[in-house]
Structures are given as C-alpha cells and as structure tokens.
C-alpha cells in the first residue's frame, strides 16, 4: 500500500504493528514473516499468561505478595485481550486503516482544511509518544534490574525477570538464559499489545474527530460567494449559484454518511476493547498506586509501577480523549450546517430543498457520533474522572482493608 503524509506518530505505531504481525502487505515474502511474527506474539502472549496466572496461584499458597502477582495477571490478560479482538476483527481493522489512508489523508485541503488536520498530526504525535515512551520504559525496568543485580550474585542466586514455577534449576546455564531470552520475548510481545493497538485506535479517533470539524467548516462556507455583488443582480446570480451550492450540499451530506459508517466499523472492531479498559483499569490504577506508595518492595520494582502508573493514566486519558472529541465535533455539525448562507438563497424550488435538507442534517448530527463500552455507555471524558475516582475508591477499600489486618 503506497502511504502518503505520514507523521512521527503513525510512523512510530507502523513500526510497532509491523513487529507483532499484523499490517498490510502484497509481498509474498512480508506476508510470510508477518505471519511468522503474529504466530510467535500469540505464543508468547498466551504462555505470558499462563505463566503469570501460575504465580498467582503458588504465591497465594505460598503467603507470597499476591497483589503484585495480581497485577502483572491483570496486565498481561489486557493485552492478549486486546490481540485476541482485533484478530477477530482483522478484516475490518485493516479496512479502517486503509479507508483513513485513502478519505483521510490522500484528500486536497485548502489552508484552512489543512490547518485542522495538522493539529490533528500534532495531538496524535504527542499522545502516541508520550504512551510508546512510558511503555517502552516500563519494559526496560523489568528486564534491565536483573542483567545489573546478577553480576554481583552466584550463579545459583541469579533472578529472572519474572518468577516461573518449574522443576528445574532456573538460576543455572543454560536454563537461566534461555528462560531470560523467552521472558524478555514475551513482555516484549505483550508490552507491545498493550499500547500499539490503543496508539492506532487514538491515532484514527482523532483524525475522525478532525473530519467532523472539516465537514463543519466545508458547511458553513459552503454558500459563500467569494466576491461582492452588486444588490440589484444579487438575486440573479443567486438563482443561478444555488444549483451550484446544492450539489456542493449532497457531496458534504455523502461524506457525513462515510464518517458515519466509518465511526460505527470503528465501534464494532473496539467496543469490546474499550469495554475491558473501562473494567480492569480502574482495578489496575488502584494496584499500580498501592505498589508504588504503600508496598514494600526494592527501589527497581516500585520503578516498574511507577512507569505502569503513569502509563495507565496517559493511556486512559488518550482513550477518553479520543471517544469525546468525536462526540463533541460530530455534534457541531449541525453547527455549521445552520452557520451556512441559506437566509440569503432565493425561495426557487432548489432553494426550499437547500433549506429543508440542512434541517434534515441538523436533526442528524444532533445524534451523535460516539464510541461505547459494548453499548452500555458511551466513553467520553467524563468516564475518564470516573474511573479515577472509582480507582481511589478502590485503593480506600484496600487500606482499610490491611490496616484492619495489621490490627488484628
């Protein structure tokens, strides 16, 4: 697929989707390896999860810290959901990317059309990065403590990154470094679920949001004249340019239909996805806070909750932020369609016609566009300070909880 205008923050998710297998390709030779790559994520993101469910299960028995146990089991069952949906999905996911690709970008802008879309570029940059970088930090401060902890200890004291319930003598060679290079696999692969697919699901949200507000734009000055004219030939040329703002009118009614359909496809291959966030992640904002400010664990574990802290609540954010910028923009539709010069058409047939369709687009985009929790809700902003608040509810419980343990 030949890609035009692509900014930092779709070259940084391309990158990231291509390593775990999943993008477009018509080489016989990329399709082999994407699908040798995809093979090898599911793999690893499966036996990451039974090996993270496997620690909880013997640290419970064992008295151990279940709640960093716990943790990592919520984290890990995150991202194989969030692979598992869009595998279901894959058709229509690449469908998404391709129809942004093609409507979206490879479309002539005048300046001000072209104004909008680059602070769209500039808000996906930002979140894009800022979530890769926290990521990427958080993956790192798993694996980098133990390769500098290690040097300094006997053989038989070594550390994986990762606790595995095996048989077998783990902290000797080989079977210390085949298990370092399989751990360090599979938090890569599962690391990389976790934010590349929420990094394109931000990256076409907000560039469905900049749509709308290129739809407002392209309404409100759809009857403008560009020149002055002069009163008595005014209702002339009048007569004679509506026809012309008419057709103008059913090109921008067939694009709202287009961001219409492409905003429900991205609801059916998300809704799932956003669902599971809305549930687990106040769960995880509450562990993540709980690891880093009450638990007592060594300096380079709280530095892994403290990427995770921060990394679930951006991530959060550009999830919230994304959803409401397409209810809030696809609303002001209606906006500019009423913004447009239809006062001044002239009462011909065509004329009545402009007028009783706009309103017919008004009524439309006062039911707007919105992504939701498999349909129970949609997401927005607010949902963003709910589930916060539903976090420190949550993180209350859990004090009060050890507190009253410590007592006894």
């Known amino acids: ?23 477009i390709t018509n080489d016989p030779t990329e399709k082999r390896r994407m699908k040798i790559l995809l093979t090898y994520t599911v793999w690893n993101s499966v036996w ?62 005048d300046f001000q059309e ?18 890769t970088t926290i990521g990427m930090c958080a993956m790192l401060s798993y ?51 976790y934010f590349c697919f929420d990094n394109i699901f931000c990256i076409m949200a907000i560039h469905l ?31 004679k340019q509506v026809h012309e703002f008419y057709e103008k009118f059913k090109l921008y009614v067939r694009q709202h239909q287009a961001l219409i359909d492409f905003c429900d496809k991205l609801e059916n291959v998300y809704t799932m996805i956003i669902l599971g966030q809305v549930l687990v992640f106040s769960i995880l904002i509450c562990l993540f806070g709980y690891q880093v400010l009450v638990a007592e664990a060594p300096t380079t574990r709280r530095a892994i909750f403290v990427f995770l ?11 919230t932020y994304s959803c409401n910028g397409i209810i809030e923009h696809s609303d002001n539709i209606a ?3 009423y913004s447009a010069l239809w006062t001044v058409m002239p009462m011909n047939t065509t004329g009545k016609k402009l007028r009783d369709d706009l309103i017919m687009v008004i009524v439309r985009a006062r039911r707007v566009c919105c992504l939701t929790a498999n349909g129970f809700f949609p997401v927005s902003l607010e949902t963003y300070t709910t589930i916060l608040s539903t976090a420190v509810s949550y993180f209350s419980l859990l004090m009060n909880n050890i507190e009253n343990k410590d007592e006894t």
């Open 114 to 131: 072209k104004i909008i879309l680059e602070n769209c570029n500039k808000i996906c940059t930002l979140f894009v990065c800022s979530v």
């Open 209 to 239: 949001a900049g749509q709308f507000r290129i739809l407002r734009y392209r309404l409100a000055t759809m009857c403008d004249l560009g020149c002055q004219i002069i009163e008595k030939d005014a209702e002339s040329v009048l007569a």
């Open 48 to 109: 990451g999860f039974i090996t993270a469910v496997r620690d909880l299960y013997f640290t419970s028995m064992y008295n151990g810290d279940v709640l960093y146990s716990l943790t990592t089991a919520l984290t890990v069952l995150m991202g194989l959901i969030k692979i598992c949906v869009i595998l279901k999905h894959r058709g229509d996911f690449i469908s998404l990317i391709v129809d942004m690709q093609q409507k979206f970008w490879n479309v002539k802008y």
């Open 335 to 337: 906006i500019g369609a």
């Open 309 to 319: 802290l921060i990394g679930s609540m951006s991530l959060l954010f550009t999830f």
């Open 143 to 193: 694996v980098l403590p133990p390769i500098f902890l290690n040097r300094e200890r006997n053989e038989s004291e070594r550390v994986l990154p990762f606790t595995v319930w095996l048989n077998l003598p783990l902290s000797m060679s080989p079977y210390y470094e085949i298990m370092f290079i399989v751990e360090a696999g599979s938090l890569y692969c599962v690391g990389t679920s």
């Open 1 to 23: 697929m030949q890609v035009q205008r692509w900014d930092i923050s779709m070259k940084v998710t391309v990158f990231f989707l291509r390593n775990i297998g999943i993008w």
